[in-house]
C-alpha cells in the first residue's frame, strides 16, 4: 500500500500540487486522472521521487520515502517499476538490453539469469523471440508492452504508469489496459496510473483520484463515477456528445 499526506509543490510561482492525500491498495489499479495540467504528472513524479515535494510524505508501506536519503531510497526503488509517457526505450539498445537495464543496474545476477528473467518477461507481454529487434523497429503498442516488460523485470511491488494509451487506438490501448490489469492482479502490485482515456477509467478503474486545480476534487470507484453529482467530474468524463448519450444508458 501507498499512501501520500499533504503533498505540495510549486514550480516557482507555479503553485501545482496544493496538499494532496490518498491510499493507493495493494493489488489495486488505483488512476489518476484530471484535466491537462491539473498536476497529475507532477504528482506521480512527487511519488517516485523524481521531483521533490514541497511538504508531505509518501509512504510505501509505511517506510517514508520522502524523510530517506538518496542511498535509503534505493531499497524501496528496487521494489518500483516504471513506465513513462512515450515508453521512455533507450534507443540504441535491443528489446533485450532494455529489459535487463534494471537488472543490470540493481542485481548481481548472471547473464544467463537476467536473459532468462527478460525471456519470461517477453513472453509475459506476448513478445516472445523480439529480444534483438531494436525500438525503432517496433510499433507504438509493442514499445508500450517492451516498457511493461522492463517495468515488471524487477518483480515490482509498485508500478507507476503514465499515460499507458497516448498514441494508440483504441483497440491496442485496451490490450495494454488489460495487461496492466492482470499482472496488478497476478502479482499483487499497488498500481498507480495517470491517464485521461474514459476507456481505461470505466474499464480498470478501481480507485479513481480525479484532480482539478492541484487540489484532489473526487475519489471513487468506476462503478460511482458514472453517478456521481460532482460537477467537475462529470464536466471530465461526460465531456462528449457520445459519452453523455451513453450515460443516458447506464
Ligand atoms: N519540471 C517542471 N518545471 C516547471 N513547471 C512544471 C514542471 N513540470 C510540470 N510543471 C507545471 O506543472 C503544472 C502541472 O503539470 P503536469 O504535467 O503535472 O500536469 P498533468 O495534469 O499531468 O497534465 P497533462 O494531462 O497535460 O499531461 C503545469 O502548469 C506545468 O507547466
Known amino acids: ?15 501545482v500540487l ?3 492525500s ?7 489499479n488505483n488512476l489518476i486522472i484530471g484535466g491537462s495540467g491539473s498536476g497529475k504528472t507532477t504528482l506521480l513524479k512527487c511519488m517516485v521521487g523524481l521531483h521533490e515535494p514541497d511538504d508531505g510524505s509518501v509512504l510505501y508501506d509505511g517506510r517514508d520515502f520522502t524523510r530517506l536519503s538518496n542511498q535509503e531510497r534505493i531499497e524501496i526503488r528496487k521494489e518500483i517499476g516504471m513506465l513513462f509517457q512515450n515508453s521512455a526505450l533507450f534507443d540504441s539498445m535491443t528489446v533485450e538490453d532494455n529489459i535487463m537495464f534494471p537488472l543490470n543496474m540493481f542485481t548481481t545476477q548472471s547473464r544467463e539469469e537476467k536473459l532468462e528473467r527478460a525471456n519470461f518477461c517477453l513472453s509475459r507481454v506476448n513478445l516472445e523471440g523480439k529480444n534483438k529487434l531494436f525500438p525503432s523497429e517496433l510499433s507504438g503498442g509493442m514499445k508500450k508492452r517492451v516498457g511493461i516488460a522492463r517495468a515488471i523485470s524487477m ?7 503514465d499515460e499507458p494509451n497516448s498514441g494508440l487506438d483504441p483497440l491496442t490501448s485496451i490490450v495494454i489496459d ?10 499483487n502490485m499497488t498500481t498507480v496510473v ?7 477509467v470505466m474499464g480498470i478503474g478501481e ?5 482539478a486545480d492541484g487540489r484532489k476534487e473526487w475519489e471513487g470507484s468506476n462503478k460511482e463515477i458514472a453517478h456521481t453529482n460532482n460537477p467537475k467530474v462529470n464536466d471530465f468524463v461526460f465531456a462528449s456528445k457520445f459519452a453523455q448519450a451513453a450515460r443516458e444508458k447506464l
Do not use: A
Open 1 to 15: 500500500m501507498i499512501e501520500i499526506k499533504d503533498i505540495h509543490k510549486s514550480f516557482g510561482e507555479n503553485y
Open 18 to 20: 496544493k496538499g494532496i
Open 22 to 28: 490518498g491510499l493507493f491498495q495493494d493489488g489495486r
Open 155 to 161: 518483480q515490482p511491488k509498485y508500478l507507476f504508469v
Open 178 to 187: 488489460e495487461l496492466i490489469n492482470e499482472l496488478t492482479d497476478e502479482y
Open 194 to 200: 495517470v491517464t485521461h482515456d474514459m476507456n481505461s
Open 207 to 211: 480507485n479513481i483520484l480525479f484532480l
